[in-house]
């Protein structure tokens, strides 16, 4: 199974960047997917989940009414589109593969993605 997500980089506060995850040797529409990140110094933390059809959806207060996590299950892709950046948002940012919406939100996950880093600046 690999998670490859894509799309990180620099970006001014105020200002948008979208992820995305791709997923491989995984049948990808049975699995709930979130998105978890970890700042310096700082244990890693939920951002978002959705649900294997797309139809729940669950934020971290942080970054609810500025991301938005949605799913393509013909692409097998993850998406994770973050508006009105702050400089906090900074991370390293990385999906996840797992089962029901709680168990994500958990981070109880069954595959890890690689990294993409998300830097803000002030």
């Known amino acids: 199974v690999q998670l490859q997500a894509s799309g990180g980089g620099l970006a001014q506060a105020g200002g948008s960047l979208r992820l995305s995850c791709a997923a491989s040797e995984l049948t990808f529409s049975t699995y709930g997917m979130g998105w978890f990140r970890q700042a310096p110094g700082k244990e890693r933390e939920f951002v978002a989940a959705?649900?294997?059809?797309?139809?729940?959806?669950y934020y971290a207060d942080s970054v609810k009414g500025r991301f938005t996590i949605s799913r393509d299950n013909a692409k097998t892709t993850v998406y994770l589109q973050m508006n009105s950046l702050k400089p906090e948002d900074t991370a390293v940012y990385y999906c996840?593969?797992?089962?029901?919406?709680?168990?994500?939100?958990?981070?109880?996950?069954?595959?890890w993605g690689q990294g993409t880093l998300v830097t803000v600046s002030s």
């Open positions: 996840a593969a797992g089962g029901a919406l709680s168990t994500v939100v958990s981070g109880t996950v069954a595959y």
């Open positions: 959705i649900s294997w059809g797309g139809a729940s959806t």
